[in-house]
């Protein structure tokens, strides 16, 4: 696996998943775990200081998986919205821990069920709450 990236999040997310990270329904979850160390290392800034290239929650990304040249676009949620069909991919889901706060360009190796191993490349942010300017 190569070295984590570089990650920048806002304080909001922050603080918000903080608290979903110690809610119940994620106590015991591998992945809230890694999503702790994930907040721990980031680059904390105010929402109006986010880059708009950074995926943030409730972003729109669009990412490829290196390994199979796959292309995915999604949503970057909360779990209570996740939702299959629309794209809406849980932030506690593997994938979407993996790519919070990530920027255009930047990869990441991620663990995936079954063993394999992902590097997802952000290829776009169409959408993200910080540029659009929506309040906290």
């Known amino acids: 696996m190569s070295a984590a990236p570089r990650l920048v999040m806002s304080e909001r997310d922050a603080r918000r998943l903080e608290a979903l990270i110690a ?7 591998a992945t809230a775990r890694q999503l702790e160390e994930e907040i721990a290392r980031a680059d904390i800034r105010a929402p109006a200081d986010i880059p708009p290239d950074v995926v943030t929650m409730s972003s729109d ?37 993996a790519l919070l ?25 169409p959408y993200q709450p910080e540029a659009a300017g929506l309040p906290e």
């Open 23 to 29: 809610s119940p329904a994620a106590q015991g979850l």
């Open 61 to 97: 990304v669009v990412c490829v998986d290196e390994s199979t040249g796959t292309e995915h676009t999604l949503r970057l949620v909360y779990p209570d919205a996740a939702n299959a069909a629309e794209h809406h991919v849980s932030v506690l889901a593997p994938v979407g821990a």
């Open 101 to 125: 706060g990530l920027a255009v360009g930047q990869s990441i190796d991620w663990p995936m069920p079954g063993g394999r191993v992902a590097r997802l490349r952000v290829v776009r942010v």
